[in-house]
């Protein structure tokens, strides 16, 4: 995840209390979704950030895991057409592992 | 054992600073006391053994645009603090941040003797460069790996402060192509026996002497109509005009050249000859059409052949010349080659 992005979360926890917060993902890959997860709940794993070493423990989860939440048409415009064309199973495999192992919430 | 905490400066680029991306690049060099982004894990690895006193962070574009100037003030940032160990990265397979971490290794321990530490991706061309300068622990191609890769470099950063014996058996670093002579109690021909009587008997065996491994190019598909194909020339052979004006190495050859054909149609003694050093250059020198057939190509090219041949052609010595380097060289010319709307190139040996 990139430093400013780092820097966005922490400040929002900081603001609203990471109880509070829940961080969307729309990575396209399993491996760069699963280290966006790892950042905003054990730290960035690179070390380089303001997350590093920083143990939000946000929940977290990417767009995919939330669908029945999200109005029909509005999915269908925005992600609709990645849905069809990434690996789905394996998105969600990983950031739903690192939720489990990291989320305080 | 540790006499006392081992003095550490730590060297990162403008990310791991936290400073920013490739838009901050350009960030010129800069001293934090302390540890800084990566250094946090590593000083957490090293516990009471050592202490990041500092940390340095430069931009990887500063770094290799002004790669002297940047050597030169990231050392003496470092020398300063007079520290007992260096570590630089780790770079993984970030290529400008390993030739940076590489540079400094090179400038602090030849200048300073103090050992430095990296870790890098064994393609990172850091590795290349610089191997002989530096402790450089393998690591995978991504940063996220940190947390796994900073006991080790804790560990190394032990062993050297101990006055250990680092090898890449014991240690986990990249063979730094260093050899060192010491009797052993059976003499070669004995221990080259065992080893091909264990190869013959699908035993494993250990070899003394790794060869390098090449990589394997898959070939392009065929050109359609070379009739109507603008060809390119390109030799390893080391045909230059004469005089060699890129000085181009007779061995281990650091860069090519790229020199014009344009209104010529034969390579004659008196314009051309070759700076390769691994063979009889008598007959190259002679008529260096024999290494680089221009003659053959313009007749080809007169008789409708080939569509058109290209007015430049590149060359190098492929004389003990670095696998790396080669791959560097072949990435550029067709870079270039395919700028000029080349679609097949004729590359000649000797």
Known sequence: ?105 | MTQHKIRIVHYINQFFGGIGGEDKADFRPEERLGFVGPGQVIQASLGDTGEIVATIICGDGFFNENIEEAKSIVASLIAKHKPDLVIAGPAFNAGRYGVACGAVAEAISEKHAIPVISAMHPENPGVELYKRHAYILETGKSAAEMRKVAPQIAKLAKAIFDKEEITPETHGIIPRGIRKNYFHKERGAKRAVKMLKAKLAYQPFKTEYPMPVFDRVAPNPPVLSVRNAKIAILTSGGIVPKGNPDRIESSSASKYGKYTLAGLTDLTSDSFETAHGGYDPVYANADPDRVLPLDVLREMEKNGEIGELHNYYYATVGNGTSVNNAINYAKSIARDLKNDGIQAAILTST
Do not use: C, W
């Open chain 1, 1 to 105: 995840m990139d430093l400013e992005n780092q820097r966005r979360v922490k400040e929002l926890a900081e603001k609203t209390g990471a109880q509070n917060l829940i961080v969307v993902l729309g990575g396209a890959e399993a491996e760069a979704s699963g280290l966006a997860a790892e950042t905003v709940t054990a730290g960035d794993p690179a070390y380089a950030g303001s997350l590093a070493g920083v143990q939000l423990g946000l929940r977290v989860y990417h767009i995919f895991e939330l669908k029945e939440y999200v109005d029909a048409q509005v999915y269908d415009d925005q992600v609709g057409l990645m849905e069809m064309v990434l690996d789905i199973d394996a998105i969600i495999a990983e950031v739903s592992n690192m939720r489990s192992m990291y989320s305080k919430y």
